[in-house]
């Protein structure tokens, strides 16, 4: 256990769907991500949030909505999503977006869309 | 896009120290050298970071070049938990956008 949750583990839905991604952390931490990893890529960067606010938006379609209702919870609001997006999902966070610390990782959101 | 360069895959023997490579030719003097790894599908675990001095923690040791365009990451004794993709990264901590960009990284295989 790293100290930053993600539920579910797995999810599987279909391109009509609403679901949402949960992630909390209570390492004290300011700043949290949002990091997409297809099959066989690197990490992707999402979002990012620095005492709730948004301050990136790395060109992610709207059917992929943030919110961070404070600092300890993230959440990834998915609708009408596509095959492409099954992916490995994953949270971090971070003392703050500068500043000299690492991030800490969530294990991750397996999403498959059918 | 990623600043770093990394060899796509490497072996190692259990109980042989693995050395890591990356070159970072175009690291600039605000810029740390981060190494992360992630063993399969789980999260990138933090192992270890520097600006221009050697480190060493309880998992491995960092040895940056004096230029700073090269760095090695060091398990001194490999096991096969070790087993993973390790990813060098190079990040601006004093800017807003000093975000950690993943590349390819290194798939380290330790055999028995």
């Known amino acids: 256990e790293t100290g930053v949750t993600q539920t579910p583990r797995h999810l599987v839905m279909g391109m009509t769907n609403k679901k949402s991604l949960k992630c909390e952390q209570h390492l004290g931490h300011n700043a949290m991500y949002w990091y997409k990893q297809s099959a066989k890529k690197p990490l992707e960067l999402m979002f990012v949030y620095n005492f709730k606010e948004q301050t990136e938006n790395n060109s992610v379609p709207s059917r992929f909505s943030p919110e961070c209702p404070n600092s300890s919870h993230l959440f990834l609001h998915l609708h009408t999503l596509q095959p492409e997006d099954s992916a490995l999902y994953l949270c971090?966070?971070?003392?703050?977006?500068?500043?000299?610390?690492?991030?800490?990782f969530g294990s991750g959101t397996r999403l498959t869309v059918v | 896009d990623a600043k770093t360069t990394q060899p796509t895959s490497m072996d190692c023997a259990e109980g042989r120290a693995a050395n890591l490579p990356c070159n970072h030719s175009?690291?600039?003097?605000?810029?740390?050298v981060y190494w992360y790894r992630q063993i399969h599908s789980q999260g990138p675990q933090y192992i270890i970071h520097?600006?221009?001095n050697n480190e060493t923690n309880e998992m491995a040791s960092l040895i940056i070049t004096e230029d700073r365009k090269s760095s090695t990451l060091i398990l001194p004794h490999a096991t096969l938990r070790d087993t993973a993709v390790y990813y060098c990264?190079?990040?601006?901590?004093?800017?807003?956008?000093?975000?950690?960009?993943f590349g390819q990284g290194t798939t380290l295989q330790v055999k028995p």
């Open positions: 175009t690291i600039s003097g605000n810029e740390y």
């Open positions: 971090a966070s971070s003392q703050a977006t500068t500043e000299n610390y690492g991030y800490t």
């Open positions: 990264i190079v990040r601006d901590v004093s800017s807003n956008t000093g975000k950690l960009i």
């Open positions: 520097g600006l221009k």
